[in-house]
């Protein structure tokens, strides 16, 4: 189970501004704060204080993802300790 703050399925299209993701992961395997499967843009968010018991525990993306001023603080995983696990088809502009 994931996307415990926002779970974009394939045939979505999103588009997310000025947020903030955080806290996030209460009983979630991965990707506390996002998972994504279907096309995301992502522009000036903070992903804070998510936490997955496996990986990605602020982002998880297995679709499209644009990055623009995308801030990861306070964040992770137990067992890897990453904060994003993302795909091939990711585009990171201005990641901060």
């Not at 000025?18 to 968010?45: C, K, P, Q, W, Y």
Request: hydrophobic letters at 35%.
């Amino acid at each position: 189970m994931g996307g415990g703050g926002i779970n974009n399925t394939s045939n979505a299209v999103i588009t997310v501004t000025d947020s903030i993701i955080s806290n996030n992961g209460i009983a979630v395997d991965v990707a506390a704060g996002m998972m994504n499967f279907g096309v995301t843009r992502l522009e000036r968010v903070l992903f804070a204080g998510n936490k997955a018991s496996s990986y990605g525990g602020g982002l998880h993306n297995q679709g499209t993802l644009w990055l623009e001023n995308v801030t990861f603080r306070g964040i992770g995983s137990k067992r890897t300790k990453t904060y994003a696990k993302v795909g091939v088809k990711s585009q990171y502009t201005g990641y901060g």
